[in-house]
């Protein structure tokens, strides 16, 4: 990606999110709280660190499930990138449709 496509330090837009979403990594599943989101990865807030290079698979509401890499961590909050981005138009109509922002949105647990 040129520079011209990144906003400040980032590749793409992000948007603040508050919504639960399903993850797996071979047989293990949680459930994670999606803080922010762009159209080349996700925050999330989880019960257990995730490990730098980790890779799983996240669930977002109206998707199919995306491959992940976590890039950073710091406490129970995790940025990671999607192995396949998110085509823009798709992450313009899941942020303009508000599917990331349930009513009560702030709970999550390991399932």
């Known amino acids: 990606m040129t520079n011209q496509?990144?906003?400040?330090?980032?590749?793409?837009?992000r948007k603040l999110v508050h919504?639960?979403?399903d993850a797996r990594a071979g047989f293990s599943r949680m459930r994670v709280?999606?803080?922010?989101l762009s159209a080349t990865g996700v925050r999330l807030r989880t019960y257990d660190r995730l490990?730098?290079?980790?890779?799983?698979w996240i669930k977002?509401?109206?998707?199919?499930a995306q491959e992940c890499e976590v890039i950073w961590e710091?406490?129970?909050?995790?940025?990671?990138?999607?192995l396949r981005p998110l085509d823009?138009?798709?992450?313009?109509?899941?942020?303009?449709?508000?599917?990331?922002?349930?009513?009560?949105?702030r709970h999550?647990?390991?399932v």
């Open 33 to 36: 709280q999606v803080v922010d």
């Open 51 to 56: 490990p730098v290079g980790k890779r799983f």
């Open 88 to 105: 823009a138009a798709v992450f313009r109509e899941i942020v303009n449709a508000g599917r990331l922002q349930p009513p009560n949105a």
């Open 108 to 110: 999550f647990a390991y």
């Open 60 to 64: 977002l509401a109206g998707l199919e």
């Open 5 to 13: 496509h990144r906003i400040g330090s980032r590749q793409s837009e």
């Open 74 to 82: 710091c406490d129970f909050d995790s940025g990671c990138r999607f």
């Open 19 to 21: 919504a639960p979403a």
